[in-house]
């Protein structure tokens, strides 16, 4: 009982990822929609996809960071 | 990685007490009480130097001799033709700034902001490097090897000048110290664009674009005010972040051999653990390189976003 805390942050990463992975997924798809329709705009695409993405990826370092500091921390 | 060296100085224990702490002793700052090069305190502040300050020291060196003076004796030629390492730097110059600096803060101010985008980049892109060879894990098993000093027993401290290297990360930019620093370089950076292009009131008023309707100025300005820190926040923290959970990874990927070793008490089990597990090593490495690029890219691009949102208010 003691360590109920690693199991709430397994949760929590596994909760992380399926986030990060849907939010990266669906700009993806849209990037590659949007090339496949335009392939001129090819290079405007991947620089607007980039900021997002990277905002994104962040947001889900910053959740790992945050439960390293759990597990941690105790 | 040097795990006798540093198991002995963890008292006892199985491999799999030992681990998390060796792991986290591996990416983070030397010890603070037993430091590299004792300096006395200087109005209450503590200088001196522990890992993380020798690394920042050699990076800042290893920048100014691959980047800086390259370029300035370039510049004193009298009809500079780039040839060889000069092209790369050229080139390198050339994408940050046309497709960072450029659409972001307008070609009005581009000679303006170049010069600190093209700092942040080359630094982080070389302190992140720099943090990937594992110079001081050769230079332990040089010393342990071919000299012949072994680490003291836990307990008793290390007076060796190497040994004492060896403890704590080569990679400054995974300190969030010494990234919270250069995002409050970003921090006032910002301030000092928007009071520079609008005047230093308006910088401020610009925070409330003006045509809304007022009870929206209720939520939107502590949101701005609030956001306004929490930008160079996420700045550090993504850095940090990326930069020590690489390590880490890799790190926990190498202990595993050590693991399964000791918890099925046999050699054979450990080598054949290794099989798989310095491949997969070796695969995270790589994929290291590439966040290591990434991440400079992105604290870049982002620095020259928000510099530019405070020049060009339009959105």
């Given amino acids: 009982m003691e360590n109920l805390h690693l199991f709430g942050v397994g949760l929590g990463l596994g909760l992380i990822v399926i986030g990060a992975g849907l939010g990266i997924g669906r700009l993806a798809a849209a990037a590659a929609e949007g090339i496949a329709r335009q392939p001129e705009a090819s290079d405007k695409i991947t620089g607007a996809v980039n900021l997002p993405l990277f905002l994104l990826e962040g947001v889900a370092i910053l959740g790992e960071v945050f439960a390293l500091l759990i597990v941690l921390m105790k | 990685m040097s795990k006798a060296a540093e198991q002995s100085h963890t008292a006892g224990g199985s491999v799999l007490d030992q681990v998390g702490e060796n792991i986290i002793h591996h990416v983070s700052n030397s010890s603070l009480d037993h430091p590299l090069i004792q300096l006395p305190h200087i109005w209450g502040i503590d200088l001196s130097v522990s890992k993380h300050v020798l690394m920042l020291w050699i990076v800042a060196v290893l920048v100014a001799c691959s980047v800086i003076i390259p370029i300035r004796k370039y510049l004193q030629q009298d009809k500079p033709q780039p040839k060889g390492w000069m092209n790369v730097i050229e080139a390198v110059v050339k994408f940050i700034r046309d497709s960072i600096v450029q659409p972001n803060v307008g070609s009005k101010h581009v000679d303006t902001w170049a010069p600190i985008i093209l700092t942040f980049f080359f630094f982080i892109l070389f302190a992140n490097g720099v943090g990937l060879l594992p110079i001081f894990d050769i230079l332990g098993a040089f010393n342990r090897f071919i000299l012949d000093i072994h680490a003291p027993p836990p307990g008793v401290e290390d007076h060796n000048f190497i040994n004492s290297l060896l403890h704590g990360g080569a990679t400054v930019t995974g300190n969030f110290n010494v990234t919270a620093g250069l995002a409050t370089i970003t921090f006032f950076a910002i301030m000092v664009a928007g009071s520079r292009t609008h005047g230093f009131i308006n910088h401020w008023k610009n925070l409330a674009p003006p045509g809304l309707a007022w009870p929206v100025y209720i939520i939107l300005i502590p949101i701005e005010i609030i956001g306004m820190f929490v930008k160079p926040f996420a700045l550090t923290m993504r850095l940090a972040a ?25 050699t054979v089990t450990g080598i054949s653990v290794a099989l798989f597990s310095i491949p997969m090593a070796t695969a995270i490495s790589g994929l290291e390189i590439i966040v290591v690029l990434v991440q400079a890219y992105v604290f870049t691009l982002l620095s020259a976003v928000f510099i530019g949102m405070a020049i060009n208010v339009h959105h």
């Fill in chain 2, 242 to 266: 990326n930069m020590t959970g690489g390590h880490i990874a890799i790190l926990a990927i190498l202990s595993f051999m050590a693991i399964f070793a000791d918890m099925f008490h046999s």
